[in-house]
Nanobody, 125 residues
Framework: QVQLVESGGGLVQAGGSLRLSCATS????????MGWFRQAPGREREWVAS????????YYEDSVKGRFTISRDVAKNTVSLQMNSLKPDDTAVYYC??????????????????WGQGTQVTVSS
């Protein structure tokens, strides 16, 4: 079982920033694409951003382009999501996930088979 440990959520005012982190094992980090998803109250979970195992391919959902940045820290086996210019619509539980073996980089939820516990992000207006 792959373990993913998320951190960094919290409460911030609109226009502010937060940084989420997701730590995993070196074996998982070095061989799997990873992604961030979010689920707002009353809504289905949606994809936010993905990064492949090497960091060479990165994709973002349109509403976060230019505001969010996904990155990898090889020394810490961690994938981070820097979130700037936050809006109340960004309020959600954010989940880190690892893609299935062989998936290059995907925004499709079925491509992911291991999930973190989630971290709450609340943006006040």
């Amino acid at each position: 079982q792959v373990q993913l440990v998320e951190s960094g959520g919290g409460l911030v005012q609109a226009g502010g920033s937060l940084r989420l982190s997701c730590a995993t094992s070196k074996a998982t980090f070095s061989s799997h694409a990873m992604g961030w998803f979010r689920q707002a109250p009353g809504r289905e979970r949606e994809w936010v951003a993905s990064i492949n195992w090497s960091g060479g391919s990165i994709y973002y959902e349109d509403s976060v382009k230019g505001r969010f940045t996904i990155s990898r820290d090889v020394a810490k086996n961690t994938v981070s999501l820097q979130m700037n210019s936050l809006k109340p619509d960004d309020t959600a539980v954010y989940y880190c996930a690892t893609a299935r073996r062989g998936v290059y980089c995907s925004g499709s939820e079925p491509s992911y088979n291991n999930w973190g516990q989630g971290t709450q992000v609340t943006v006040s207006s």
